[in-house]
Nanobody
Framework: QVQLVESGGGLVQPGGSLRLSCAAS????????MAWYRQAPGKQRELVAQ???????NYIDSVKGRFTISRDNAKNTLYLQMNSLKPEDTAVYYC??????????WGQGTRVTVSS
């Protein structure tokens, strides 16, 4: 059973930056897709960004140009670089490793709070 451990969340002022990491407990085949989701208080979990085999990336409109998703297969780690953070980015962020229709692994979540 693969375990995913997230880190890098915290409190940051508007306009600041954070980098989230999601480390897998064992080697992950490059065939896995990876994604970051977030869930704000009182809202449903939403997809923020994804990276699929071949390194194609997709982002929701509200984070385009500010967030960058990347993966390091050698380190079994997924990243989310978040710049120009806004209060509306406040949420618990979750990473997900998956092969569509076959298997899915979720991290436990890391809290990001953007506030002055």
């Amino acid at each position: 059973q693969v375990q995913l451990v997230e880190s890098g969340g915290g409190l940051v002022q508007p306009g600041g930056s954070l980098r989230l990491s999601c480390a897998a407990s064992e080697s992950i085949f490059s065939a896995y897709s990876m994604a970051w989701y977030r869930q704000a208080p009182g809202k449903q979990r939403e997809l923020v960004a994804q990276i699929i085999p071949g390194s194609t990336t997709n982002y929701i409109d509200s984070v385009k140009g500010r967030f960058t998703i990347s993966r390091d297969n050698a380190k079994n780690t997924l990243y989310l670089q978040m710049n120009s953070l806004k209060p509306e980015d406040t949420a618990v962020y979750y990473c997900k490793y998956y092969v569509p229709g076959i298997t899915t692994y979720w991290g436990q979540g890391t809290r990001v709070t953007v506030s002055s």
